[in-house]
């Protein structure tokens, strides 16, 4: 984010980064940056899908540090996307880029730069600061100007890497995070970090005006613009070498200017192409005024529990109803994007990349969720497909991967038949029942699920019943018992503590999922789940939109308990091998009978066909039977006892007491095949209406 090179540059000179002892204050916090800055620092998972319960934990100690130190967080969320676009082509650069980390996180590479995070990150956070009661706020659009607004108008810092927050003229400054140790709370209760002012920084550059540096972001190369096309070499007036002369050339060469005017004339001046001279004049000027500071528009919310009123005239189609739910993060900005835009970007996961994005399943549950926020609108002039649009539908440009290119599918808004007659507009105030039945319908489930499971695992069921119907390939028995281990895992943390047997089983299954191995992930498992975690994606968010039909039963599905990536490959690997649920979960009633309970109540709402297929697992030439060598059973169980004899010896009666340590065992090396699919898959054939040619190939019914 911001201005490439501009921390290491900032970072290269101790005079601009202050020590400070940070304690007793307000801090306004980049949520998004956050988010993400803690997952990568802490070197989570990130091949398996993500280990969200380790996150959990993380996000609990972080913001109990700075209760400790007397510390006033308040988190500002990233909203939808900018609606003048003119950071599309920005996102477009690092989604290539996730896309090209994650097929080499699939192969086991190392890889540079920012790569694809979970594809419930940004939920699981949402959920956590929700039940950390952490004061905490969406916007409508990109969250940079109010977090720099807000921080202005209480004179407290930002705790950001972003270096945009550099440029903006921050009274109380910018804490880093990468120089914020947290974890490292002194006796005196306070947090050690580092502080950048802008005017300390203008200072030591010959008084450069304050005024100067969006343009010199501008002229460097931020989110907004990216001038190249000039004849000045910037590293001529730098005072150094290296890595950092171009940033210092800059800096230097606007310091001879009296103002911005000067400034931007000089700098017209030296167009390659003296035609772009106005263009350029506007861009720059416009990146001026991105950084200009005025009253910030969610100080009320937070004091009050007011939703700003004003909204540029774009976002005016988004519903009252709709505007309280996404300020608080009860609806995803996804909608926004959707609704404002018609355009979506779907994020990369570590999946196989011979075979379509696993976001192609989830498909359909997008078209619904779609087809609901677009029911009364038309469709965009700037954004229409090849293929004729007749009156009266609607198409959502879905921004996605085909092989390893980012690519454009049109995507059809469409509601199943239960929901033809819903409005966005008054679609909180519809029947429950109707709204409940639009998810059935979407998911292909019954209403009731025959076996008595706790209610907050009922849309988890729902979910799982619809991947087993439509995943491709189709995942095995193996599969869904890996999975339902993590669900039993994520609900024996903290929990049943004193029960017979749960700290026995809970260290059985953190070994587990403690348990690594080098290179990539299994390819087909990597696919299998990766297409689960899209489906509960999607899911979650239609029962956003459908104002949580299920909220009776339970709102909020604790996502960090439902999937711990490293542990459910383990698993899913371990089972297809010969061992059993019951060797995981013996000695604890609990979590074998949930298990049991969870097992029988997706079997039970799956359709004859997928059951009798699941159960009889995958035909021969079945790409999942080519991904399968079979072993030494009498050998894997040796192993297996092996690996768990220390545990069994253990007494602890809670998830705290000391861990048993496995054994390390040569585990039987599996083959990873990488099956080249066929031009149309099975998932694609299940969402596309009979034969495409190659002009029509991305329109989807």
Known sequence: MGVKGLQSYIEGKNIYLKDCHFKGSKLIIDGCNLCNILYEASKNDLKHGGDYIVYEILIRKFFAALKNCNIEPYVILDGGSDHTDKKLETHKDRARQRIKVGKDLSLGRQYYGSGPKPTLLAIVFSQILTLLKVPFVQCMEEADWEIAALANQWNCPVLSDDSDFFIFELKA??????????????????IPAKRFLVSNFCKSLHNLSEQFLPLFAALAGNDYINVTRHTIRWEEFSSCSGYNARLDGILHWLSDFPNT?????????????????????????????????????????????VVPSKLPVELQVLPNWMRMPLSKGRLSSTLIDALVLQRVRLSAQVENFEFPSSNAISRPI????????????KQRDDRKPIARVIPGECYVEEYDREGLTLT??????????????????TLNKAPRELRLQVLYDTLGVSKLISTPIAAKFQLPVYVTCYWLSKADPWPCLEDLWALLLGFVFGELNGRYKGETGIALVWNRLNNLRSHTTPGGPDLMAAHTYSQWQACMRDTYKLNQLLCLPLAELWPHPELARLYCGPLVHQAAARLRRGATPESFLSGGPIPLQLFRDLERAVLDSLDDDVRDRLQRGPLQDHPRRRAQTIGNLDELTRQFDQMFDEDE????????????????????AYVQIRTRHKKKSRALRAYSPGKLNKRDRVIWA
Do not use: M
């Open 261 to 305: 005017k000067g400034a931007i004339g000089a700098f017209l001046d030296c167009l390659e192409d003296q035609k772009s001279r106005g263009q350029v004049r506007k861009a720059l000027t416009a990146c001026l005024k991105e950084y200009e500071l005025t009253k910030s528009n969610v100080a009320q919310f937070f004091l009050k529990g």
């Open 366 to 377: 997008r078209q619904v969720l779609y087809g609901l926020l677009l029911s009364d609108q």
């Open 649 to 668: 010896d253990e007494d602890d009666e809670d998830n705290g007491g000391r861990r048993g340590k496995a054994k390390s065992e040569d585990d039987e």
């Open 408 to 425: 454009t599918f049109w995507v059809k808004a469409a509601c199943p038949v239960s929901g033809k007659d819903l409005h966005l507009k």
């Open 173 to 190: 400054g910018v804490l880093p995070i990468k120089h914020f140790q947290w974890d490292k709370v002194s006796a005196q209760k306070f």
